[in-house]
């Protein structure tokens, strides 16, 4: 067995910008696992405020090269719970190693990913795309290059009221609004009326993920949607967004992959949340996983793909309502493309 490393870094179309800074390439670490002539890949995207680097990821899963020797391939819960003891100091790491492990035995396999989560490829719900904190003119530029049935909207820097105005003068495309913790209970309740006259189908993370005071009073005098995301990382975070979200948007990456993924959706159906999965700005290999995660999931935020300028690989693709075709093609369902993702190249290590 071998493991590859590269170390990616891909141009967005325009600077990214949320309540938490702007960036303009989204680094990312991509694992190739090499068993047997079969190819299994994962991603991780680096998160400047996570303090997680493609560096540090690396070095994790470098220290575990004599473990990995005996690691059971056969049962995702079994390698997941033997990485989790190693990396839980790091779910980007894991999660890079579980996705390229699942990619890798359903290729084996002969199958579609989301054929060993045990659905159908139906009830697909549509992406949205997301707009940047921006200027007005430059969202109406976005919007009028990227016509989209659904907008999420990063908002948390003011200047709230005359961005929702503008963008709901435009059209009548659905529209989400995403602060990222950036305002707090008094001007979110300033805020609502505007919310509500815009048509918003949901609102993500508004306060701190320490305001759970706030979030409860939220959570009773709103009827729009309300989504956990910064407050609900990790599998044990679920439970205690009854009473202050109506559903949990799960990233792959701060969960720690896709084993756990599996387990929070199950954990927020039996809570009666709804379920959401979304980017972290990945290229088509992380956002593949995402996909396969379609016919479980309420809604979904898989557009980091339509926001950069580059890419690693093909195969994911959209209808004229934004929802997502059906993957071709074994395990993740993507083809690589080996002169984009070399060009990234780090390291290789043989695992005996």
Known sequence: MKIKFYHSQLEFEYPFTISKGTKTHQEALIIEIIKNGVSGFGEAPAIRYYNISVPQMMADILSLKNDLQVIDFSSAEKWWQFLFQKLKHNSFALCALDMALHDL????????????FNCEWKNIPPTDYTLGIDSIDVLKDKISKHPFPIYKIKLGLGNEENILSAIREIGNAKIRVDFNEGIDEKRFFELLPVLKNAGVEMIEQPLSKLDEVGMKNIFTKTTIDLFADEYCVAENDVEKCVGKFHGINIKLTKCGGITPALRMIKKARELNLKVMMGSMNESTIGTAAMANF?????????????????????????????KCLKPKGFGLGVEIDRAALNKFFVQEIDIN
Not at 315 to 320: Q, R, T
């Open 294 to 322: 379609l016919p479980l999931l309420d809604k979904v935020d898989m557009d980091g793909i339509l926001l950069l300028k580059e890419d690693l690989a093909t195969g994911i693709n959209f209808d004229k309502n934004a």
């Open 105 to 116: 035995k359903a290729k084996s396999e002969n199958k579609n990913l989301f054929e060993n």
